[in-house]
């Protein structure tokens, strides 16, 4: 464990990462997953995506930039057979790296080229992670300090929808739902954190899980759901809270907040 997941693991900081995309090598359908995956990582600081945007094989792409509020990088193809948009995004990473505040970096290809890349951003002290199709070649994957296939994660949040469609005779204030984000869902959400992020007791800091929580729900508030307080909330959705005292003597309360799910 490198010293950005141990930071990570304990809740002192919340990453920084910025999340490079090559539209040439990618699918629309996708940058869902790509998104929803780095938020479980960290802030995303900076969302960039790659191409010749004059160019009609990027067309269905422009659709997703305005949806999760990607800039546009534009590099013309200048010249037949030639990827250009590999050297633009490169160097732009190079960019980043040496004045951008950033705890690591997100690389969305499938693409080999980039094996270089990801070797040099981990010399220089940056978390790594790589999206791409089952079909990146193994150097790239490699080179990264976590890599996830995207095709496959996007196959089972399929399937994982189609075993848990709701019967249409339960779905009866379908605009009342969409307004906020189901706590079924808040719950899942919080027992993944809880198996990726607890420690070997299974305890992890209730603030870490808030964090989050909100990461990934923008809309995320324990108000929402009836509850002045985070602990509230947890205890309903039966997690086990405990308090720990704190030595940090700028704490008011003297305590520190951890969950573990209920054994």
Same mark, same amino acid.
């Given at each position: 464990?490198n ?10 900081i ?5 999340v490079?995309?090559d ?5 629309k359908?996708?940058?869902?997953? %790509? ?9 995303i600081t900076?969302k960039r995506?790659?191409g ?12 997703v ?5 990607i800039?546009?990088?534009? &590099? ?9 948009t590999d050297?633009?995004m ?10 951008? @505040? %950033?705890?690591?970096?997100?690389? %969305? ?14 010399e ?27 095709d496959?994660?996007n ?6 929808a &189609? ?15 969409n ?20 420690? @070997? ?8 899980v808030g964090i ?7 809309d995320?508030?324990?108000r ?11 205890k309903?959705? @039966? ?6 005292k704190?030595?940090d ?6 305590? %520190? ?6 054994k």
């Amino acid at each position: 464990m490198n010293e950005l997941e141990k930071k990570k693991h304990t809740g002192l900081i919340n990453a920084k990462f910025a999340v490079l995309i090559d539209a040439d090598n990618n699918s629309k359908d996708y940058i869902k997953v %790509v998104f929803d995956e780095m938020t479980d990582e960290g802030i995303i600081t900076y969302k960039r995506m790659y191409g010749d945007w004059t160019s009609p094989n990027l067309k269905s792409m422009k659709d997703v930039l305005l949806e999760y509020s990607i800039t546009p990088m534009q &590099q013309y193809s200048y010249t037949k057979g030639k990827n250009s948009t590999d050297s633009a995004m490169i160097i732009d990473a190079m960019d980043i790296l040496y004045t951008g @505040d %950033v705890d690591g970096f997100c690389l %969305v290809s499938s693409d080999s080229d980039f094996t270089k890349l990801a070797s040099r951003l981990r010399e220089a002290g940056k978390f790594v992670i790589g999206m791409g199709r089952q079909q990146t070649p193994k150097a790239f994957v490699s080179a990264c300090n976590k890599f996830k296939f995207v095709d496959l994660i996007n196959e089972n949040m399929a399937q994982e929808a &189609q075993d848990k469609e709701i019967p249409k005779v339960e779905i009866k204030n379908q605009e009342e739902q969409n307004s906020k984000t189901p706590i079924e869902e808040i719950k899942k959400t919080i027992t993944k954190i809880i198996e990726e992020k607890s420690d @070997d007791e299974g305890w992890v800091l209730v603030s870490l899980v808030g964090i989050m929580l909100q990461n990934k729900y923008s809309d995320f508030d324990s108000r929402n759901y009836g509850h002045k307080k985070m602990t509230s909330l947890l205890k309903e959705l @039966d997690f086990e809270i405990k308090a720990f005292k704190e030595s940090d003597a700028s704490r008011k309360s003297g305590q %520190v907040f951890y969950i573990r799910l209920k054994k």
